[in-house]
Each structure stands twice: as C-alpha cells, then as structure tokens.
C-alpha cells in the first residue's frame, strides 16, 4: 500500500538508474511472452497516450471533437492520479505527466524485451542471468 515511512536503499538519481531497474525485470513480469507484450504495448498506449496524442492532433486539424475527448481522457486519467500525487505532497502539475511517464515506462518495458531477446535480459551489477527456462 502506500506510505510515507518507505524509503528506497538505492539511488535512483537518474533516468537511466530508473530505466535500467525497470528494463531488467519487465519482460520477466510478462512471462517473456510475446503477445503479452504485445497486449501491453498496445493497451498502455490505447489508455496512456491516446487522450494526449487526440489533444494535439484536434487542435492541429481543427477538430475539436477530437481535441475535447483526448482532453476529457486526459482529465480522467489527471484525477484518478491526482490522489497519489497529493499523498506524496507533489505538485499538483504533476499530475498531468501521466501520460509522459506512462510512455517512458512503455518504452522501458519494450527495452526490457528487446534486452531478452539480444541476450542481455535479467542483468545485475554487470553479470547477466539466463532465462531460468532455458536452462
């Protein structure tokens, strides 16, 4: 659940310490299946980007159908957030990053697969581990 009293041991100072944290385990949590990769990429982008994307391209084509439902998708997603950010005493602008960091979190699950698939999944502190079905 959530709390105040968690910590994190290891510094996350970057993106790139984030990225790889997240790349390593990814694909593991989907089983190293393909099609449930396949499903996440296109239902993250479906929930995640869509609203955004549907925002911009309204406002550059005019329609505004399309920008006011992209933008009513983004406000739902903002306040069904929103409580998370104000527990953890962020800035309520945050909010609205959603879909930036549901992107990012997409590309870093798409890595972890592409990392499998070359040999390099799973890795820690430099050494890389095989998959446990392979052996």
Do not use: E
């Not at 084509?61 to 399309?66: D, E, G, S």
Request: net charge positive.
């Amino acid at each position: 659940g959530l709390s105040t009293l968690t910590r994190s041991l290891r510094p996350y100072n970057s993106l790139a310490t984030i990225w790889d944290t997240i790349a390593r385990t990814a694909y593991t949590q989907l089983n190293y299946s393909p099609l449930l990769l396949l499903g996440t990429l296109v239902g993250m982008s479906l929930i995640y980007l869509v609203p955004p994307v549907g925002v911009i391209l309204g406002v550059v084509w005019r329609n505004w159908a399309i920008a006011f439902t992209g933008l009513c998708g983004w406000l739902l997603m903002t306040l069904a957030y929103y409580p998370t950010i104000r527990f953890y005493k962020c800035s309520f602008w945050l909010a609205f990053s959603l879909p930036a960091i549901a992107f990012l979190y997409t590309l870093m699950t798409l890595d972890s697969a592409l990392r499998h698939w070359q040999g390099r999944g799973g890795s820690w502190k430099g050494r890389v581990y095989p998959n446990p079905d392979n052996l």
